[in-house]
């Protein structure tokens, strides 16, 4: 059973740059492409980016200035970065593994628990 | 980005009712449309992708259909563990974008 755990820092000054990190056990990374998403408190879902083991990233446009997604493949990992965060960027950070028949995501079937990140002075 | 249009925004029921969610694409978008349920605290979980496959271990209760703008969620039955959040998303073109939700309650 693949399962996704994900860890970073949950409370951030505005300006820094949040790091999140997820990590794929019990199932293959290859293959895949590798999603964050992010649930703003009260609100709906935000799909941030993904990458494929290859190494080929969309991002959404509205915070592509200042995200990266990476990955570790000797780990199989995938890390998002995302910088200059202010309170609008409080939210629950979820990853997620998108099952790809093409070259771009067609459903994401398995998540991480979701780490929560606040921004505040 | 395709917009995504959930509705009703929340729904009451009873166990064992029958409920329907509708969700609308601004553009076409085929069959690329998955569904997410989402309990309190926790991560969604797919239920059907491609419109109308259901995920593998999600109850034959569930069941969706559509294709171009407009999809729906059936839920047959409903028990209690169905009171859940429920959100479209479109997997056509990025960016990816999700529904509001519909929020299911006794």
């Known amino acids: 059973q693949v399962q996704l755990q994900q860890w970073g820092a949950g409370l951030l000054k505005p300006s820094e740059t949040l790091s999140l990190t997820c990590g794929v056990y019990g199932g293959p990374f290859s293959g895949y492409y590798w999603n964050w998403i992010r649930q703003l408190p009260g609100k709906g879902l935000e799909w941030i980016g993904e990458i494929s083991h290859g190494g080929s990233i969309k991002y959404n446009p509205s915070l592509k200035s200042r995200v990266t997604i990476s990955t570790d493949t000797s780990k199989s990992q995938f890390s998002l970065h995302l910088s200059s965060v202010t309170a609008a960027d409080t939210a629950v950070y979820y990853c997620a593994r998108g099952y790809a028949s093409g070259t771009y995501t067609d459903y994401m079937d398995v998540w991480g628990k979701g780490t929560t990140v606040t921004v505040s002075s | 980005d395709i917009q995504m249009t959930q509705s009703p925004s929340s729904l009451s029921a009873s166990v064992g009712d029958r409920v329907t969610i509708t969700c609308r694409a601004s553009q076409g978008i085929g069959i690329y449309l998955n569904w997410y349920q989402q309990t309190a605290g926790r991560a969604p979980e797919l239920l059907v992708f491609?419109?109308?496959s259901l995920q593998s271990g999600v109850p034959s209760r569930f069941s969706g259909s559509g294709s171009g703008t407009d999809f729906t969620l059936t839920i047959n039955s409903l028990r209690p563990e169905d009171f859940a959040t429920y959100y479209c998303q479109q997997s056509h073109r990025t960016p990816y974008t999700f529904g509001q939700g519909t929020r299911l309650e006794i």
């Open positions: 491609a419109a109308s």
